[in-house]
């Protein structure tokens, strides 16, 4: 309409900043993956590598290991999350005396800070005056060592992740569910339909593009994992909980492998972003499936 | 019949919500537990309850010199960066929304997608960058507030721009051009008439950027080294270095986790809005 010289005017602040902290890092570690270059190495200075880095990396079996871990860690919490964050929201639809209290208490998770977070399990967690290896060495025998067990520091991961978003899942499903029309579900019932039924053919059909929506959210998510298993595990024991993005903290800081580490940030990126795109379109099919066929 | 079921159904909530209460505060109570215990206490297991204070372990973070330095600089790094977001994402959403700007969408459709991948992808480039590009004489962008309030943007401006946009939107168009007819000029308008509709969607997304910021730790962690660092450097430090001092820990953990607690009393509601707004939306 009017003339846009104010429109981008008003927008370059935006544009200029994303730039140059978004656009640019992103090109930035596209051009240092062609290089060798360790801080520490013997040959002072970084040397053009070509592809190297790429061709290491897609036979670097730690690399390979952590990328199967933290996936198989996205696909344990998303899939606990998901289900138990649908059924509480289903209990908080209607009202009760109580319930903002109890919504209040639930939503604090959501705004700790990671690292704070991981720091509050570490309390939790740690031998010699945690709540947790106390008790259940207490009660059930189990000896619960954090830094030793591999699976208990997996699970650990799992449970916290749980414990920090599922309030998330519940109250995006929540104001869901309080979006969606009442009278479909109150006719079924007079028609006969029990919970069950109702639950399968209505209420989930039209909740689809929130529960797409929230897995979508979810899924990438917890494959960005990172600070508070950073301050739990710290990767460990061994690699047992070295997600992807411990892994490469641990290759771009301690080990200052320039190179490397760019390559394996972009090859991550370019996974993550694969993946997202082919997460979308299959989400996104199987929501419009859901809906035509009610 | 019908009402016994329901009231059954009310205690069967009631059972759960405690118990899911309990699941959520355990593990902070644990934390305020610790804070408020010395060293000999804490290693004398087996005590759930608490009822003494040791208060040397917020006191003495509390008066060094340098955590001190780490709560001012969260404090100037968040309220700085989200009141530069909420600025910059008012006249980009109001761009976004009164102009034809061809391509400007897929610029934030790229941002977006771009903080879907793992943060630590970026760490790198933004460490080479802020310590051998963005010099300018003596000055260093590594290790400064500045760099850090500039850096959150990337990620709280594209945030805060998708939660406005629906807002701005939904201000009539009408307003602005019988403004124009009035004589009034665009940054007139922008002052007098969008300022004041969307204050309330641009306090929830100050606040949530607010939080973000203050969240914050790898960033935070990778381009700071002694000036700028903040609080969530400084809880992570207490683990790294050997011989952890539990207590102080914990109270620094307690800390760090108030201003969620107060955000989530007073503006509950909005905050969930805000959180669950993305998901709902069309």
């Keep these: 309409m009017r003339s846009n010289r104010m429109g981008w005017g008003l927008l370059a602040p935006t544009l200029i900043i994303l730039g140059i902290f978004g656009l640019l890092p992103f090109f930035y570690v596209i051009y240092v993956g062609f290089f060798d270059w360790n801080v520490f190495s013997a040959e002072v200075g970084r040397q053009f590598a070509g592809a190297d880095n790429y061709r290491r990396l897609v036979f670097d079996e730690e690399f390979l290991g952590s990328v199967g871990r933290t996936l198989l860690f996205a696909f344990c919490v998303v899939t606990i999350e998901m289900i138990l964050g649908f059924l509480l929201a289903q209990t908080l639809v209607r009202d009760f005396p109580g319930k903002a209290v109890f919504r209040t208490i639930y939503a604090l998770p959501i705004m700790i800070a990671p690292i704070a977070v991981g720091a509050t399990w570490k309390l939790l967690t740690i031998p010699g005056f945690g709540l947790l290896p106390y008790y259940l060495d207490k009660w059930f025998g189990i000896e619960y060592q954090l830094g030793s067990h591999s699976g208990q520091a997996f699970w650990t991961t799992v449970v916290m992740d749980v414990w920090h978003w599922t309030p998330f899942v519940t109250l995006t499903m929540l104001a869901g569910l309080t979006a969606i029309p009442k009278e479909p579900l109150e006719q079924a019932q007079v028609d006969g339909a029990n919970r069950f039924q109702v639950l399968r053919f209505l209420t989930i059909p039209m909740m689809m593009p929130v529960i797409i929506t929230t897995l979508f959210i979810r899924i990438m998510d917890a494959l960005r994992v990172m600070d508070e298993v950073f301050l739990l595990t710290g990767g460990g024991p061994a690699n047992a909980t070295r997600y992807i993005g411990i892994l490469i903290w641990r290759v771009v800081f301690p080990q200052t492998n320039y190179g490397y580490g760019s390559a394996m940030s972009l090859l991550v990126l370019y996974m993550t972003l694969v993946l997202a795109f082919l997460l979308f379109s299959v989400l996104s099919r199987v929501g419009k499936q859901n809906t035509s066929e009610k | ?282």
């Excluded at chain 2, 204070?53 to 955590?67: C, D, E, G, R, W």
């Excluded at chain 2, 006249?91 to 034809?100: D, G, H, M, N």
């Excluded at chain 2, 310590?131 to 507030?145: N, P, V």
């Excluded at chain 2, 990337?154 to 403004?179: C, H, M, Q, R, S």
């Design chain 2, 1 to 282: 019949m019908g009402k016994k079921r329901s009231n059954l159904g009310l205690i069967g909530t009631y059972i759960l919500w405690t118990m899911m209460s309990i699941f959520t505060l355990l593990p902070i109570y644990w934390m305020v537990v610790v804070s408020a215990r010395s060293r000999v206490e804490l290693f004398s297991p087996g005590k759930f309850w608490q009822t003494t204070f040791y208060a040397q372990n917020y006191t003495n973070p509390l008066t060094s010199p340098a955590f001190q330095r780490y709560i001012a600089n969260s404090l100037i790094i968040a309220t700085s960066n989200a009141l530069l977001v909420i600025t910059l994402a008012l006249f980009a959403t109001y761009a976004l929304s009164r102009w034809k700007l061809n391509g400007a969408d897929n610029i934030f459709f790229w941002t977006i997608t771009n903080r879907m991948a793992p943060a630590a992808a970026f760490i790198l480039p933004l460490f080479l960058l802020f310590t051998r590009a963005f010099k300018l004489g003596d000055f260093m962008m590594f290790d400064t507030r500045i760099g850090l309030i500039l850096l959150y943007c990337v990620f709280n401006l594209p945030f805060a721009i998708w939660l406005l946009k629906g807002i701005i939107d939904g201000i009539p168009i009408e307003l602005d051009e019988a403004a124009l007819v009035d004589g009034a000029g665009r940054w007139t308008i922008l002052y007098r008439v969008i300022l004041p509709l969307a204050a309330p969607g641009l306090a929830i997304a100050g606040i949530l950027c607010w939080m973000f910021a203050w969240n914050e730790y790898l960033f935070a962690a990778a381009l700071t080294s002694t000036r700028a660092r903040t609080i969530t450097t400084g809880l992570a430090e207490f683990v790294t270095v050997t011989g952890t001092n539990w207590g102080e820990m914990a109270a620094v953990a307690t800390i760090s986790l108030l201003p969620a607690l107060i955000f989530l009393v007073f503006v509950q509601k909005y905050i969930v809005m805000g959180l669950t707004f993305g998901a709902v939306k069309e």
